[in-house]
């Protein structure tokens, strides 16, 4: 059965419940009128539902409990290939790891099994083994050795190494550490990762959780190659749970340990060597300090101090001496916010941690071969774009309103301009088409505060299908969602309203205006609209803060003053400044629980600035969303620059059109 | 060796959390923990009935919920995020369970050997509950593929053990939209599932 027909049945049989028996058998003719098939479908599924009797009435676990048991225990005593399990060890992040007897070469390894909704992705899983094969193939003392990556009944499992020790995670929180001590470990791993480089292989997640120390002194570092290709959600799980964490997948992926993830890592971008060289010195601060040298209250808090700050000295936590002023300056070169201010590659880390260690043992002094520390800055400049951004923003709101109160009062076609350009879009070629969103892209990063960066073109074809869905839904209402002009007439319409409601609270009527049109074109009168997942799944709890009822959400006579007056609150309770406008604004349009959440947790701190710094520093991934939801149903700030509908709002010179003339 | 995921209030909550962010490598960091947690709960169940207790109704993965969210105020996405993975942790370790069940019974493995090396029979599902579940399993695929939101409802109620009122909350639909998706999905998934 397809879906549309499923869903037919459905409405006849849920239509014949809603009936008392007697009535059943007349709305089933009527409904059915002419369709036997359908007819023939309702009718069974209605006798089904009146035997059905307690059928799955009961969760499953009431009956399966004892089973339960058994099954979560089911791996001791069993034989995986080769080799038998003995005992559970721990339960990481790549499933469940074990202790088992390799009965072919006699001797005890380490197994992880992988879970088995990861074995069900193919693809992941070929990435997977590729991936191991290459660890696997490294050879080195200080990592540890990959025996086989191998399948049995349907059950992937990677048998490694036992190692009978600790991490550095248990060593650090047992007792201070003595220093010759740390930069063993230090070197230890420094030497291992420059053999992996070298290989071409970057560990990603370098963490006291991932090194271990034998009690001979051998350390050695676990997972190397395969924790970034494990550490993504199986297809069908994301599936399964697509209902409540749709808006969240969406984000880009940001993988690793919060605190010791390097800037790059941070923002999402491509890393290289050089991040496992930042994660090591991390480790370092932490071994010498047993604090943690990045950290905040939430991830995001983590993920600033990371991108922002400098680490308090280790002199604050532990006492001053010269070793520690020698570790210190190794620390400060491998914590250089940008790539190129850290060493370069682990060797020369591993021979500055040589040198060090020589030091301390008496050797010639080294302090001349060791660089002085660099200012740190790369934050500031990042701080220094903010009032640049918040002119530009306010100016944009202010052109806005100006515009738009222009526009009502003059007798010009409402649309002409956007017309002009959307058509003119139309008739580019392909080339053309590009160039021009490029162009677009790039004056809106700059006056965005980025740098403008020149996109590739993969990312330029992304935006097109943004672009030319939003450009096809301006030229024909084919989808039941508002054409552009319809939403900016009935902005119009209210604009003067909605000013009365943010004036009587006090809230600059230049800052919320924008926002409260775009809500007014926001309808939520079905459930299931087409093309309008997203923000629908938020109706109950919006109609809740605007105190209205469901239905109450279609009219958009009541809904607007409501939306307007619920803004005007926010805007009220954030303050009147450009960084709360663009927060409520991402929300609003990204319709992301994300957003939302974030925006609630802020509203509890005090310094919620920095945190804005990272939501926008993730600018990009936020964007790539809300693009595609605004070409979805808002005229958003964004899809509007791109298609150049209403430049002026921006305060951004058009090119002439002649540049794309033919 | 120990990689042991520790359960303690930061890392479930960071996870649960990191998870709610957009950090997906969280969702994996995740499931352990769960089956963790599962596997306790249970190991409690049944000695509570050797002790002479009934089981009590109250779905394990409630119970579970309970016990982690006592760590601290959990925030509603915390919540229903916990609630889809539970269930669908749940319905795989059940699923996968029926089918070992079946291959055991045709003559497979599913013999534990104990540390000690002798051979000790595995609890085993009874077979139609086994063929029972695998059924419903499958039946379930197939609903979702015409009706996801009618699946994910079955899967939260039957697998999560989550009350009507709860099956709302966490897919954001009113409590009238769950009742019809389930008599619906239950109506089609018994004839689904008594009809081969």
């Known amino acids: ?662 | 060796m120990t990689t042991q995921a520790k359960l303690n209030e930061n890392n479930l909550t960071g996870l649960l959390t990191e998870w709610r962010e957009g950090d997906k490598s969280a969702l994996d960091k995740l499931t352990p923990i769960v089956y963790d947690e599962l596997r306790r709960i249970a190991h409690r169940y049944v000695r509570r009935e050797r002790d002479g207790h009934t089981l009590a109704t109250t779905a394990l993965v409630n119970e579970a919920y309970l016990r982690l969210a006592g760590f601290q105020k959990f925030t509603w996405e915390n919540r229903s995020h916990f609630f889809a993975v539970s269930a669908q942790v749940m319905r795989h370790i059940l699923i996968d369970y029926a089918r070992r069940s079946q291959f055991a019974k045709r003559g497979g493995g599913l013999q534990r050997v104990s540390l000690e090396g002798a051979a000790i029979d595995a609890v085993l599902m009874s077979p139609t509950r086994a063929a029972e579940l695998i059924a419903l399993d499958e039946a379930l695929d197939e609903l979702a593929k015409m009706d996801p939101r009618k699946s994910d409802v079955v899967q939260l109620r039957y697998f999560g053990g989550l009350t009507l009122e709860e099956t709302a909350e966490v897919l954001q639909v009113s409590l009238m939209t769950v009742r019809r998706d389930w008599r619906a999905a239950r109506a089609w998934l018994y004839k689904s599932v008594n009809s081969e």
């Open chain 1, 1 to 662: 059965m397809t879906p549309e027909q499923w869903q037919k049945v459905d409405e006849v049989f849920q239509g014949a419940l809603d009936r008392a028996p007697h009535d059943r058998e007349s709305f089933l003719d009527e409904a059915c009128e002419g369709n036997a098939a359908l007819r023939s479908e309702a009718d069974s599924l209605i006798s089904a539902h009146d035997k059905a009797g307690d059928f799955i009435e009961q969760p499953a676990v009431t009956e399966d409990a004892r089973v339960l048991v058994d099954a979560l225990d089911h791996n001791i005593g069993r034989d995986l290939g080769a080799y038998t399990i003995l005992e559970r060890l721990g339960a990481g992040g790549m499933g469940e790891v074990y202790l088992a007897q390799d009965r072919r070469l006699n001797r005890r390894v380490a197994l992880k099994i992988l879970p088995a909704l990861f074995a069900s992705d193919h693809m992941r899983l070929r990435r997977f083994q590729r991936e191991a094969q290459a660890a696997s193939a490294l050879n080195h003392p200080n990592i540890l050795t990959i025996h086989e990556v191998g399948e049995h009944e349907g059950v992937w499992f990677i048998a490694t190494e036992f190692i009978d020790g600790q991490t550095v995670r248990d060593l650090i929180e047992q007792a201070a550490l003595p220093l010759a001590e740390i930069l063993d470990i230090a070197e230890q791993v420094a030497s291992a990762l420059a053999t992996a480089h070298a290989a071409g292989i970057v560990h990603r997640d370098i963490k006291p959780e991932n090194i271990m120390k034998r009690s001979d002194g051998l350390v050695k570092i676990l997972d190397f190659g395969i924790v970034k290709l494990l550490e993504r959600p199986a297809n069908d799980f994301e599936r399964a749970t697509a209902h409540v964490t749709q808006s969240h997948t969406e984000f880009g992926e940001v993988m690793g340990t919060a605190g010791y993830m390097s800037p790059e890592q941070a923002r999402g971008l491509v890393v290289d060597e050089r991040t496992d060289i930042w994660s090591l010195g991390v480790v370092l601060y932490e071994m010498v300090s047993r604090r943690a040298p990045f950290s905040g209250a939430t991830r995001m808090d983590t993920m600033v101090a990371i991108l922002e700050r400098d680490p308090e000295p280790l002199h604050s936590h532990v006492s001053e001496s010269r070793e520690l002023q020698l570790i210190q300056l190794v620390i400060d070169k491998s914590l250089g916010k940008e790539r190129q201010e850290r060493y370069q590659t682990a060797g020369e880390m591993l021979a500055q941690l040589t040198l060090v260690r020589e030091e301390l043992k008496g050797a010639p002094s080294i302090g001349s071969s060791i660089e002085p520390r660099k200012s740190l800055s790369a934050a500031s400049s990042f701080r220094r774009l903010l009032p640049v951004f918040v002119v530009a923003l306010v100016l944009a709101a202010a052109i806005a309103v100006v515009f738009l109160y222009k526009d009502s009062t003059s007798r010009a076609p409402a649309n002409s301009t956007a017309s002009a350009v959307n058509k003119r879009y139309l008739e580019m070629t392909e080339t053309e088409q590009l160039a021009y969103i490029s162009a677009q892209e790039q004056r809106i990063s700059a006056m965005m505060g980025d740098r403008p960066a020149k996109l590739n073109e993969d990312a330029l074809r992304s935006i097109k299908s943004y672009v030319d869905h939003y450009v096809a839904r301006s030229q024909n209402k084919t989808d039941g969602v508002d054409t552009v002009s319809e939403t900016l007439t009935r902005g119009r319409a209210h604009a003067p309203l909605i000013a009365r409601e943010f004036k009587a609270r006090k809230v600059p009527v230049i800052i919320g205006l924008y926002l409260a049109m775009i809500e007014s074109a926001f309808r939520p009168c079905a459930e299931s609209s087409s093309g309008a997942r997203g923000l629908y799944q938020f109706v109950p709890e919006t109609a809740r803060n605007y105190g209205l009822s469901h239905s109450e959400m279609c009219n958009v006579d009541k809904m607007t003053p409501a939306a307007a007056a619920y803004i005007a609150d926010h805007m009220a309770e954030l303050g009147d400044d450009a960084e709360s406008m663009t927060l409520v604004l991402l929300s609003y349009n990204r319709g992301s629980t994300w957003v939302r959440g974030t925006l609630r947790e802020l509203r509890q701190t005090e310094d919620y600035q920095r945190n804005f710094w990272m939501l926008f520093a993730h600018r990009d991934k936020l964007d790539e969303g809300f693009r595609r939801e605004s070409a979805g149903y808002v005229p958003s700030f964004f899809a509007a620059a791109i298609v150049g509908e209403n430049p002026e709002a921006f305060g951004i010179q058009m090119p002439a059109l002649s540049t794309f003339a033919r």
